[in-house]
Structures are given as structure tokens and as C-alpha cells.
């Protein structure tokens, strides 16, 4: 029974391994300050306005420059401000005799602009921090300002929408190059001027982006620790080796023996599961873990002379003291919770929580754990 008990945990801890390379893992920014970023871009924008079209929109292109700071919270989501702006010009004859057009130049503006980002690339392929090229979709609404209506000395502040396209070079975890194409719909900033009450912009730019710090992502949830697991799954197999030699001169010594029979048994210690990993601020029971417990509640209704202590960690690195205190008494808790309904006596079982724990194992997403001891 002890040798079907050691090969079936090696049938576990395998299919665990496999299972966790199969999944797409998931990444976050573990801290507000990181994946904070600043960008900068110049380029042409052109004014669509049905004046202009009666002129030739080629005469209605006009420099652009924005400048922005935002933030990604994990590789496929993030945010941005962006303020953008320079003139625009329209050609018109509204309001004069026919065939003669007034051309209105240097119409000065500006444009404060909110951006939700969404990483096509990392959404469909999974993040790689090695790619070299990106694609994103932006959108958000903007305030436009300048001097509009009636007699043009008045600052207005216009609603506005945009959406784009932004290509981004991986240069390196700080740099990024970025090539944005955005169409733009707001009230006509020309006021009088135009015949029309809404204008249309359509701008490309190129410029650079600088991450500070970094571009820096974990990834959610207890990582498994493949050296560790191959580790006990060589242990259980030089276990289960040493077992079948000894039960092999067993056999030949009872076949040496005539007169008298005797029964030689070893006993065989196989290590159990010990540890229940969490996923960030969370005492929910994974399914991993749920295994580990059934397979952990067999040795200790078989050893009921024992008692096992139930320590939960939290992650020091993230939360307050008072909140990983909190949370780690949860997880001891849940975990106890699970051994008694596995049919183990409470009086097996001793409650702690120990709070926060900085780098318990090396790492500090392995401090998010139940420790049977």
C-alpha cells in the first residue's frame, strides 16, 4: 500500500507540472510605481472640414506635437493623459463672394486628451517581454481649447473623441519607439469661420517612450518550483528502489530458510505533501491544493498519535501588516477547515497564522502558504 501511495504521488506532482506549462500565464504590476511611463511624439495632422474638401485637404496639413505620462497595469491594459496640439488652417469662402477664399492660418488650439490603451499583441500571443514590435488600440474623450466663437477672443474648451492605432519597437525594458495614427471628432475650433459645426483631424506621429524603472510584471498566482518537484519525485523513486531491494532479500531469505518462516516487513516513511501555495490576497483553496490536502489528511489519520501544527504566511512584500496578519489566519483557517472535513481529528491540529513573512523560501510569492508541520 506505502509503494502505491509513493508512485501515486509521483503520478500527481507530474501531471501538476504539465498542467502549469500548458497555461498561459497571467502578469500584473505588483507595485503603483511601476510601469509608470512619459512619451513624446512630433507629426502632421490634417483638418477634414467640407471647407478644406472643397479646397484640397492637402493645403489643410499642419505640424503636431503631444506629450504624454500614463501608466500599464499588466501587459495587455493601461492609461494614459495626453496633452496635443500646435494650429490648424482652413480654407473657406463662407460669408464672402464666391470664388474668393479666406485663408485662416496659425488658428492656435490645444487638446488634453484621456487614453485607454489595449495591447492587441500581448492580449492574442501572451506577453513576451523579448518581442520586438506591438500593436495597440487606443480611445477616450478629450477637451479641446481655443479662441472660437463670435469674435474669436474667447477661450473655449470643446468635447471631444478620439481613436487609434499605436506600433511600438521594442528597443529595450526602458525605450520604446511608437508610431500613432489617430482619427479625432470635435466641434469646429473656427467658429464663425466655417460653414460646418464639426471638424474632423486625422494625425500620424513618431516619437519614443521612456518606462521608468523598467517595464516590470509578475505573474499571478504561486509559480511551481520544477527543480523542487523534481526533486521529491527523485526521492520517492530511490524510496520505492531501496523498498523493492529490501523486499527482494526478504523473499530470497525465505527461500533459504526451511525450518523456520519469518516474516520481515520495513517499514517505508513517504513524505506527503506539506505546503498549500495561495494566489495573491486570496485563502481560496486551489484545486492543486485540494489534492495536496487529501493526500496530506491519509498520513495524518494514519499517524493519530501525532499533532501537526497549520502555519499561514502571508507576503510582506505586498499589503499591510495588519492585512497579511488578517490573511494568514484565513489560510490556516481554511486549510484546517479542509483536513477536518478529510476526516481528521481537530485535536490532530494546531491554528497559527504568522503574518507577513519576507523571503521565508527566497521568493516572495512563495510566503503566500499553509505549512503542515
Not at 503603483?32 to 474638401?53: L, R, T
Not at 500599464?72 to 500646435?86: E, I, K, S, T, Y
Not at 489595449?118 to 514590435?133: E, H, K, M
Given at each position: ?32 510605481k511601476d510601469n509608470i511611463f512619459i512619451s513624446a511624439g512630433v507629426g502632421g495632422q490634417v483638418c477634414v472640414n467640407p471647407d478644406n474638401s472643397d479646397y484640397g485637404l492637402g493645403h489643410a496639413i499642419t505640424p503636431l506635437i503631444h506629450i504624454s505620462v500614463g501608466k500599464l497595469f499588466n501587459p495587455v491594459w493601461g492609461v494614459r493623459g495626453q496633452v496635443a496640439g500646435m494650429w490648424s488652417t482652413l480654407y473657406s469662402n463662407y460669408g464672402m463672394p464666391a470664388n474668393q477664399y479666406n ?200 499517524n493519530s498519535d501525532k499533532k501537526y501544527k497549520v502555519a499561514g504566511y502571508a507576503d510582506k512584500a505586498t499589503g499591510s501588516a495588519s492585512w497579511n496578519q488578517k490573511l494568514s489566519e484565513k489560510r490556516a483557517q481554511a486549510v484546517y477547515d ?36
Amino acid at each position: 500500500m506505502k509503494y502505491k501511495f509513493s508512485i501515486l504521488s509521483i503520478m500527481l506532482a507530474g501531471f501538476a507540472l504539465t498542467a502549469t506549462a500548458q497555461t498561459k500565464e497571467k502578469y500584473y504590476s505588483e507595485k503603483f510605481k511601476d510601469n509608470i511611463f512619459i512619451s513624446a511624439g512630433v507629426g502632421g495632422q490634417v483638418c477634414v472640414n467640407p471647407d478644406n474638401s472643397d479646397y484640397g485637404l492637402g493645403h489643410a496639413i499642419t505640424p503636431l506635437i503631444h506629450i504624454s505620462v500614463g501608466k500599464l497595469f499588466n501587459p495587455v491594459w493601461g492609461v494614459r493623459g495626453q496633452v496635443a496640439g500646435m494650429w490648424s488652417t482652413l480654407y473657406s469662402n463662407y460669408g464672402m463672394p464666391a470664388n474668393q477664399y479666406n485663408e485662416v492660418k496659425n488658428k492656435n488650439y490645444f487638446t488634453l486628451r484621456a487614453d485607454g490603451l489595449f495591447n492587441l499583441s500581448n492580449a492574442i500571443g501572451g506577453y513576451n517581454p523579448s518581442r520586438v514590435f506591438t500593436l495597440s488600440v487606443f480611445a477616450g474623450p478629450g477637451l479641446t481649447f481655443a479662441k472660437t466663437y463670435g469674435d474669436q477672443s474667447k477661450l473655449n474648451a470643446l468635447i471631444n473623441g478620439s481613436v487609434g492605432l499605436m506600433g511600438q519597437f521594442n528597443v529595450n525594458r526602458y525605450l520604446d519607439i511608437n508610431i500613432e495614427a489617430r482619427g479625432e471628432v470635435s466641434p469646429s475650433i473656427f467658429g464663425n469661420y466655417s460653414s460646418a459645426h464639426t471638424d474632423g483631424a486625422i494625425s500620424l506621429t513618431a516619437g519614443v517612450a521612456y518606462t521608468f524603472g523598467g517595464k516590470k510584471f509578475v505573474t499571478c498566482g504561486p509559480k511551481v518550483d520544477e527543480d523542487a518537484i523534481n526533486a521529491e519525485i527523485n526521492k520517492y523513486r530511490s524510496e520505492l528502489a531501496q523498498a523493492q531491494a529490501d523486499l527482494a532479500n526478504c523473499k530470497n531469505a525465505l527461500a533459504n530458510v526451511k525450518p523456520e518462516v519469518k516474516e520481515v516487513t520495513k517499514e517505508v516513511e513517504v513524505a506527503g505533501p506539506r505546503a498549500i501555495f495561495f494566489k495573491l490576497g486570496s485563502a481560496k483553496i486551489d484545486d492543486y491544493g485540494k489534492v495536496n490536502i487529501e493526500l496530506a489528511a491519509k498520513i495524518l489519520k494514519a499517524n493519530s498519535d501525532k499533532k501537526y501544527k497549520v502555519a499561514g504566511y502571508a507576503d510582506k512584500a505586498t499589503g499591510s501588516a495588519s492585512w497579511n496578519q488578517k490573511l494568514s489566519e484565513k489560510r490556516a483557517q481554511a486549510v484546517y477547515d479542509a483536513l477536518i472535513a478529510q476526516g481528521v481529528d481537530k485535536d490532530q491540529l494546531e491554528l497559527v497564522g504568522f503574518g507577513g513573512t519576507a523571503n521565508m523560501f527566497g521568493k516572495n510569492f512563495l510566503n503566500r502558504v499553509v505549512i503542515l508541520e
